[in-house]
């Protein structure tokens, strides 16, 4: 069974520093791109990025990209999301979801964490 | 980056009656191997989204067959053809044709 298991909350203060991790298990963690989705409450789904594991390929969204940084540990199957200076902005759940493909294309995403509340405070 | 957007942004349905949703989005999301790169999402209550439909059409594994995608190109739907007190939440179309994946607004559906 496909699991991923994220962190717990975080409450930070605005320019502090946070990394949030996403345990996967029951697939080959290198084989499959895994991505980063924030909610802020009313305001919907954003996607930030997604890494391949296999050969650390990472995307960024352009508007995130500088602000987070991805990163991934093949050998216990981890993917990280951090921070080095928080904003109040942040504050968000976090979702680590792997990445499915059809015919090498990526299609979406079909197995999710169950997020991490990040707060931060100014 | 492709913009998507969604109508209605919110639904009170019966239960046991029809529901659809649109979605339409700013570039065709056609790929040159005959695929629309469309999701949709359920993201109920409490709970992280979780995968309805991929390829515009293709139901996800564990989905019930009273949900349905169609579509091609930019404008597509999702239709629940008996809604259940359990589909309520939020649903959200994303295109996965650009790696720089985006989501619609969200359509909240509720029960009357």
């Known amino acids: 069974e496909v699991q991923l298991v994220q962190s717990g909350p975080e409450v930070k203060e605005s320019g502090g520093s946070l990394r949030i991790s996403c345990q996967t298990s029951g697939y080959s963690f290198k084989n499959f791109f895994l991505g980063w989705v924030r909610e802020v409450p009313g305001k919907g789904l954003e996607w930030l990025g997604i890494i391949y594991p296999g050969d650390s390929d990472i995307r960024y969204r352009p508007s995130f990209e500088g602000h987070v940084s991805i990163s991934a540990d093949e050998s216990i199957g981890v993917a990280y999301l951090q921070w080095s200076s928080l904003k109040a902005s942040d504050t968000a759940i976090y979702y680590c979801?792997?990445?499915?493909?059809?015919?090498?294309?990526?299609?979406?995403?079909?197995?999710w964490g169950q997020g991490t509340l990040v707060s931060v405070t100014s | 980056e492709i913009v998507m957007t969604q109508s209605p942004l919110s639904l009170s349905v019966t239960p046991g009656e029809p529901a659809s949703i649109s979605c339409r989005s700013s570039?065709?999301?056609?790929?040159?191997?005959?695929?629309?790169?469309l999701d949709w999402y359920l993201q109920k209550p409490g709970q992280s989204p979780q995968l309805l439909i991929y390829l515009s059409s293709y139901r996800a594994s564990g989905v019930p067959d009273r949900f349905s995608g169609s579509g091609s190109g930019t404008d597509f739907t999702l239709n629940i053809t008996r809604v259940e007190a359990e589909d309520v939440g939020i649903y959200y179309c994303m295109q996965a044709l650009q790696t720089l994946f985006t989501f619609g607004p969200g359509t909240k559906v509720d029960i009357k």
């Open positions: 570039r065709s999301l056609l790929h040159t191997d005959g695929y629309s790169y």
């Open positions: 979801a792997r990445v499915m493909s059809h015919e090498g294309m990526v299609a979406g995403f079909d197995h």
